[in-house]
């Protein structure tokens, strides 16, 4: 198999943080409207970005660029502080060390997080020192995920000096957003039940392989080359 550019979702397919990333967004917007937040938007499968703006907009705020650049940073910072909490609350999910450690190519992420809230979360899991996270793409960098495929793609043709067009790139993820973004970009997709969405909504999403979880390394690794050769 050439080599692939392997793009890991971080949230529910790689690491379970226990709900810490809303509460930094809750604490960002108290913080910078002096009021808790009354609206949650959805926050699965989708960017920073997007969840930005409705968290303002559903709670009656501006949602200019300064408000969503204010709320970044407030929320970077409010993560910072509650990062402590990750080794007690959070964890590794089965399988995602030994997965990523293992699988061949160049591997990233493709994750809805900003980049700086993503490297805090994959930190105490011992998966930072697997990824070339410049080679990634993140959610501040668009509203819809599937226009991060491309994002990526660039930033590791840079680095790599090579193309990773079409099923050169495998996204796995957990929601049938990755799948969506994989789809729509010619990525191929494989698909873990780790998050909220069953097996079956995954397949039905149209997922190239759905896996129930990342503890089988060999089957990992399959699935991604079955991903990668269509």
């Not at 408000?67 to 993560?79: K, V």
């Not at 793609?153 to 090579?162: H, L, P, S, T, V």
Request: without cysteine.
């Amino acid at each position: 198999m050439d080599e692939v550019l392997v793009l890991w979702d971080v949230d529910h397919t790689l690491v379970d943080v226990d709900g810490l990333g809303r509460e930094a967004y809750d604490l960002a917007f108290l913080r910078r409207h002096g009021r808790p937040i009354t609206h949650q938007p959805p926050m699965a499968g989708r960017t920073d970005r997007a969840i930005a703006h409705d968290v303002l907009r559903l709670n009656g705020a501006p949602t200019g660029e300064d408000d969503l650049e204010g709320l970044r940073a407030a929320a970077e910072t409010a993560f910072d502080e509650l990062a402590h909490l990750l080794p007690v609350r959070g964890r590794a999910l089965p399988g995602a060390v030994a997965a990523v450690a293992t699988t061949p190519g160049v591997q990233s992420v493709l994750t809805g997080n900003l980049r700086r809230i993503a490297e805090v979360k994959l930190g105490p899991f011992g998966l930072v020192e697997h990824l070339d996270l410049d080679a990634g793409a993140y959610g501040w960098s668009h509203a819809v995920r599937a226009n991060l495929v491309d994002i990526a793609r660039g930033a590791a043709r840079q680095r790599y000096e090579r193309s990773f067009d079409g099923r050169r790139t495998v996204l796995v993820g957990d929601t049938p957003l990755d799948v969506e973004a994989a789809l729509l970009t010619g990525a191929g997709v494989v698909a873990v039940a780790t998050g909220r969405y069953t097996g079956e909504e995954l397949q039905a999403a149209g997922a190239h392989v759905v896996l129930p979880d990342l503890s089988d390394t060999v089957g990992v690794g399959d699935a991604i080359e079955k991903a990668a050769k269509g």
